[in-house]
């Protein structure tokens, strides 16, 4: 378990070097100007610095700013929206074109208030980038929109470059962890966009240091292998606020490589593991990469 010292203290290398350059501030008046919302300040994810500042991307969150879901390990606001903005994926397509992005991730907060868990304005801002930014990649982050397949078609239909659900912890510590969503249903989520469109890539995370065994983590890595997923990414739980679940572990940077070795030996395509490792962290080159090794099992 962890020990106060444990709770308060980061590892030396979970620091974070803050960069608030032009790129930073000029993206971050951007976003603000297009009334629009990033999961890279809603998360309080680790590299959003690292990615506004440096790599200049950013991951769209649309549907507004409040998730009608109260997952005990994410800090985006938890309530019941009401907006439903028609006009955002216009805004998130011209977005893009401005920032002149070679990979566009977007990701929704879960709107259970809605009866295709907003699957319609995914798919929409999905065509809107099409449509404006052909060169584009996209990368999508649905919720499992209460595991209804018609919500799911709607967005595969759209083709989307690579769809990304994540499972985020073990079987075990699910109930706890994530409000409303089940460790099976996400794993039927992925199997059936594979099964509506085999040539796209899914993927899928997990967050580590939550009291998860070894064990637990390599069966989950099974568990996604056997619904067909391929690509995975392992990160270290970092804890947003008093109110969210204490860190349990933190793991170091080596239990990361063997995790990545192992995972990569259960075939998926392509992995990143890491302490600051995130679902949309560089995803850019995991989309490049899981295509390249698609295309190389094809001629060999």
């Known amino acids: 378990m962890a020990t106060k010292e444990e709770h308060v203290r980061k590892p030396e ?8 350059n032009e790129n930073y501030t000029g993206l971050k008046k951007m976003m603000r100007e297009k009334n629009l919302h990033t999961v890279c300040e809603e998360a309080r994810c680790p590299n959003i610095h690292e990615c506004w500042a440096v790599r200049r991307t950013a991951t769209f969150m649309i549907l507004g700013e409040v998730c009608t879901r109260a997952c005990r390990f994410c800090a985006v606001k938890t309530g019941l929206p009401t907006e439903l903005d028609w006009e955002e994926p216009e805004r998130v397509a011209d977005s893009v074109q401005l920032m002149n992005l070679k990979h566009a991730v977007i990701t929704v ?4 208030d809605l009866k295709d868990g907003g699957a319609g304005v995914l798919a929409e ?4 980038i099409r449509r404006k930014n052909p060169l584009t990649t996209i990368e999508v982050l649905p919720s499992d929109m209460g595991g209804v397949e018609e919500n799911l078609r709607m967005v595969m239909d759209a083709k989307p470059d690579i769809l990304n659900h994540n499972i985020e912890t073990v079987r075990s510590l699910t109930p706890r962890v994530r409000a409303r969503a089940k ?3 996400s794993l039927e989520f992925l199997r059936r966009a594979k099964e509506m469109q085999p040539d ?3 993927k899928s995370s997990i967050m580590l240091g939550l009291g998860e065994t070894k064990e637990e983590i390599i069966e989950t890595m099974d568990d996604l292998r056997a619904n067909n997923v391929d690509i995975m990414t392992i990160g270290q739980y970092l804890q947003p606020t008093k109110k ?19 995972a990569l030996s259960k075939g998926f395509s392509h992995v990143e593991a890491g ?3 995130r679902s949309s962290y560089h995803a850019d080159e995991q989309v490049n990469a899981a295509k390249k090794n698609e295309a190389d099992s094809k001629t060999s």
């Open 275 to 277: 302490p600051l490792v």
């Open 183 to 185: 460790y099976d249903r």
């Open 244 to 262: 969210h679940l204490k860190v349990q572990k933190y793991y170091h940077p080596k239990e990361f490589d063997e995790l990545k070795e192992i």
């Open 125 to 128: 801002t999905v065509r809107a």
């Open 200 to 202: 796209i890539p899914t």
């Open 109 to 112: 907060v879960a709107r259970d």
């Open 13 to 20: 290398w979970l620091k974070i070097k803050l960069n608030t």
